[in-house]
Nanobody, 138 residues
């Protein structure tokens, strides 16, 4: 059974840093992608960063480039999201998700295009954690 659990959220001041972790079970990273999503107050959930273990690429939306880093934490055996220079607009619930299954419950096809470049991330990534709250005070 695919499971993901986020941790590391909290309250931080403007300009501060946090490191989120995504602990997974039930699948092997090497064949899939893992993405971090964010849902701000009154906003839609959006993909902000993604790591594709099939081709080794990482992806970021423009608003977090240069401030956030997604990486494989080999010591903790998690997928981490290091967030630096946090801003109040980064406030929200942060989720990690994988594309082992899509939102309809179908398994990822091996010949599918990169999930990190999907135009419909919410449909592509079908397995989710429960989220962790990040609050950045101004």
């Amino acid at each position: 059974q695919v499971q993901l659990v986020e941790s590391g959220g909290g309250l931080v001041q403007n300009g501060g840093s946090l490191k989120l972790s995504c602990t997974t079970s039930g699948f092997h990273w090497d064949y899939y992608a893992i993405a971090w999503f964010r849902q701000g107050p009154g906003k839609e959930r959006e993909a902000i960063s993604c790591i594709n273990f099939i081709d080794g690429t990482t992806h970021y939306i423009d608003s977090v480039k240069g401030r956030f880093t997604i990486f494989r934490d080999r010591v903790a055996n998690t997928i981490a999201l290091q967030m630096n220079n946090l801003k109040p607009e980064d406030t929200g619930v942060y989720y990690c998700a994988t594309d082992v299954f899509n939102s309809a419950g179908f398994p990822r096809r091996r010949d599918a295009a990169s999930s990190c470049e999907s135009r419909d991330s919410l449909a592509t990534f079908g397995s989710w954690g429960r989220g962790t709250q990040v609050t950045v005070s101004s």
